[in-house]
């Protein structure tokens, strides 16, 4: 996942399937990468996106890159 940050001193929060929550800091940068595991039907959330922010999801798992997914 990639978040294009509108101010580049945005802070995000990702929380994954098991409740943990990362801090994902834009540190002087616009540009946010983050690699998050998932299984069969598991989901994930980004906390912190505003208006102005954009984001990208991207499947890298080459057995189910022709899957569908809701991202």
Do not use: C
Request: avoid cysteine; glycine fraction near 8%; charged fraction near 15%.
């Amino acid at each position: 996942m990639t978040i294009t940050a509108d101010n580049t001193n945005d802070q995000f929060v990702l929380e994954i399937p098991n409740s943990t929550k990362q801090v994902l800091d834009a540190n002087g940068s616009n540009t946010v990468t983050a690699t998050v595991n998932l299984g069969q039907g598991q989901t994930f959330n980004v906390y912190g996106l505003s208006a102005g922010d954009t984001y990208k999801v991207e499947e890298t798992d080459p057995e189910v890159l022709n899957g569908i997914y809701t991202p």
